[in-house]
């Protein structure tokens, strides 16, 4: 068993289908054992994206994830990290497989509906700058 973390998107919670989401994430055997619904600030969003602060995207990227609410999870399974990239396709829509999130669900590179950690370590940051330990149910 392990964990990742994730971000269903602003352009997922615009468009009421975050159940649909957790629907795709259940169905695969990955355990949602946190989740809250939240407004990131700028600095927050700054700070969580800090790796990308060089990239020609950043301040779009910042604007997008506070323009709306997201949902921050915490997701336990199997190989967690390695599953929920399966399960979210790639980065692109363009080039995700069928049956992922963001085939289905997403509307750019940008605006992709899900975010999920790339590696243990990371997930492990990831997951420390939004909940505490107290937060997280099996
Ligand atoms: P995510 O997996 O959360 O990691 C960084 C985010 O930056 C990414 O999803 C996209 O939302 C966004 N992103 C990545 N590459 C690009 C790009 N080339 N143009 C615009 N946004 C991007």
Known sequence: MSRTFSIIKPDA????ITGSINKIIE?????????KRIKLSKDQAEGFYDIHKDKAFFADLIDYMTSGPVIVQVLEGDNAV???RKIMGTTNPENADNGTIRKEYALNIQENSVHGSDSDTNAQIEIKYFFNESEIHQ
Do not use: F, G
């Open 82 to 84: 390695e599953k929920y």
């Open 27 to 35: 169905d695969n055997h990955l355990v949602i054992v946190a989740q």
């Open 13 to 16: 919670t615009k468009r009421n």
